[in-house]
């Protein structure tokens, strides 16, 4: 039951509201429609966890628009750092500022003692390019193994090495060197086997993977902590200490894609503490800016250290107001505890979710952790057929009573329930009986 009590959420109009529409009949004029579906609102401004449109609707958000905003739209800490360090600099390029200096500095604070480098970019695509650029270039090889269901990106090594259809299909040929192996998708498992009787089987077949694929030019592996775009798939208990024990046995790099991960999402700064993994390199994005765009590669200092000067460079990447933003975010980050309330609020909202899973026929697997689940609707249960139309309707259902979701998955049929990391008990309670209304008006 919920424990909410003033309400948040207010949506005033049919979606899409007058300007609104008016927005997006402007918009398809004159810029290219391309991008995924979302519901029919126009963002006008946010803070915490409720965005405004411009229609003055107010909505609960679970995408953080694309868990980016860790924590919180617009929080007053970040935008004074943001507008501080704009007013004196804006860019330039890979001369020296000092803000660059402090955001290195906090961020290898933070990081686990065996990452004791960082690097400076701009978007989660280019750590990943850069990081696959590092794997070769510190091996002399061009191999890489990655994952089905993977998504690093949509630039071509970053593509090349994820395991979706999507952002390769028509783009070929893509680079030379992937060898790809299955993720433990444990729901869709594609070996048709029982997580607790399988003792990992996906483990054992990148062996058959590597001998029938490879040229002998290993360099290393890429895999994220959770797959993210393929719908919030999360790997058993010990796959991944077992994964870096296979990897050190062949003396293969080790590259952490925690793009999406990281800043408390799992309900720790970083999902690789959890396990205590120890990855050469690591992939970190979205929420280190928490919106001003901003990314960055973690590394071993021997491993990054084999970059020469002049061999990685970014136009945007440490430029002084993405740093101010991301010291910023470190900042906040330990100061309100926000990993743990990641974790607090995300064991509530997990167990009302479960409980909508026992009621609801569509509800087929509800899984994750800290602030980060999927909610995968299928036709029916027994079948588990995917329901990507259900899932177009509830993004549309769910606006329309003031709770804004978005979704991913192989089949598209997965909800993100990934808000902001500063969501009280009251919001998230709120923001679950929206969505229990929203299941049921299916």
């Given at each position: 039951m919920s424990t909410a009590t003033a309400k948040v959420a207010n949506v005033k109009t049919p979606l899409p509201g007058p300007r609104?529409?008016?927005?997006?009949?402007?918009?398809?004029k004159v810029e290219a429609q391309c991008t995924g579906y979302q519901a029919k609102t126009v963002w006008d401004h946010a803070s915490g966890v409720v965005v405004t449109d411009?229609?003055?609707?107010?909505?609960?958000?679970?995408?953080?628009?694309?868990?980016v905003t860790n924590v919180g739209h617009c929080h007053p800490d970040l935008v004074k750092a943001v507008q501080d360090a704009a007013a004196k600099l804006l860019n330039n390029y890979e001369c020296l500022n000092a803000p660059r200096v402090e955001a290195a500095e906090k961020l290898v604070s933070v990081l686990p003692k065996h990452l004791d480098k960082c690097f400076f970019l701009s978007t989660g695509s280019e750590a990943v390019e850069g990081a696959i650029r590092v794997m070769k270039r510190k091996t002399g090889k061009f191999e890489i193994i990655s994952f089905y269901g993977g998504f690093h990106g949509r630039t071509y090594a970053a593509l090349t090495a994820?395991?979706?259809?999507?952002?390769?299909?028509?783009?070929?040929?893509t680079i030379p060197g992937a060898i790809r192996v299955p993720f433990p998708y444990c729901y869709r498992c594609p070996f048709k086997a029982k997580p607790e009787t399988c003792e990992m089987l996906c483990l054992d077949y990148i062996d058959d993977a590597v001998r029938a694929n490879s040229t002998g030019s290993l360099a290393g592996?890429?895999?994220?902590a959770y797959l993210g775009a393929a719908g919030f798939i999360f790997a058993p208990d010990g796959w991944f200490p077992r994964l870096e024990q296979w990897l050190?046995?062949?003396g293969l790099l080790y590259t952490l894609d925690e793009v999406q991960s990281s800043f408390g999402r799992t309900g720790k700064f970083f999902a690789m503490e959890r396990e205590g993994l120890t990855p050469d390199?690591?992939?970190i994005g979205k929420g280190i800016g928490s919106g001003p765009p901003a990314s960055a590669i973690a590394a071993r200092g021997d491993v990054i250290g084999v970059l020469g000067q002049g061999e990685m460079s970014s136009t945007m990447g440490g430029n002084p107001v993405s740093s101010a933003a991301v010291a910023a975010v470190v900042d906040i980050?330990?100061?309100e505890k926000l990993?743990?309330?990641?974790?607090?609020?995300?064991?509530?909202?997990?167990a009302r979710l479960l409980q909508m899973q026992e009621r609801n026929p569509y509800i087929g697997d509800v899984r994750g952790m800290g602030l980060v689940m999927g909610v995968e609707l299928v036709k029916d249960k027994k079948t588990k057929e995917p329901a990507p139309d259900l899932t177009r309707k509830m993004i549309d259902v769910a606006a329309q009573h003031g709770l804004l979701i978005g979704s991913v998955g192989i089949f598209g049929n997965v909800i993100r329930v990934a808000p902001p990391l500063v969501i009280s008990e009251a919001e998230a309670h709120e923001s679950l009986d929206i969505f229990e209304k929203a299941l049921s008006l299916l």
């Open positions: 609104s529409r008016e927005l997006f009949d402007r918009w398809a411009v229609d003055g609707n107010k909505f609960i958000d679970w995408t953080s628009g694309v868990l994820g395991g979706l259809p999507g952002p390769k299909k028509g783009y070929g040929p592996l890429i895999v994220e050190r046995a062949r390199l690591v992939c980050m330990k100061r990993e743990e309330n990641a974790l607090r609020i995300g064991n509530l909202m997990k």
